[in-house]
């Protein structure tokens, strides 16, 4: 996973209906479709209350470029009918970062 | 939870190691008294496989306080020392905003 800046993050919150209907599914699909993305750098995701799913990326054209990727916007459209009660994204500059491995 | 820019997030991701020893009890702990910190503006966590904290920010000042902050030094200490077996820090300026809400 990507740790030195200059680059981008986008944290997207969000809290869930109970309405499955391919949401898994989905889930992996968008993340398979991202990694493919010019400019995708990496995703961590977990989910308890609430889902966080951090992306990152290399600039701000690679987040606006995924967001109007096609099937992207279909899944979003899809998240907004059926999967998400409400949801949250920041677009962020990551200025700096550091890591403690053992 | 706080929305519109500019503010700053600090992204803290984690893997645990299998030790509790108060871990919980400190989690708590550590997220009451960042509410009582100046800047302080909000927090969101959710754990699965890796454990993600989102906090925010007025400016880098109130993070940098919080860091230094006595008994979140002594937590800091306490968690590369038991808790995590790795964890990563990304300080992020928030530059763009938007929410869905049903």
Request: hydrophobic share 35%; net charge negative; charged share 25%.
């Amino acid at each position: 996973m990507i740790l030195n800046p200059p680059y981008y993050a986008v944290i997207f919150t969000s809290t869930r209906t109970d309405e499955d209907n391919g949401y898994g599914f989905m889930g992996q699909k968008m993340e398979d479709l991202a990694r493919e993305q010019e400019g995708f750098l990496g995703v961590e995701s977990a989910r308890e209350e609430i889902g966080i799913t951090v992306s990152y990326w290399k600039n701000l054209e690679a987040i606006a470029n995924w967001k109007q990727q096609a099937y992207h916007v279909f899944a979003q459209q899809k998240g907004r009918k059926d999967w998400y009660s409400s949801y949250r994204v920041r677009i962020c500059l990551v200025e700096r970062a550091y890591e403690f491995e053992k």
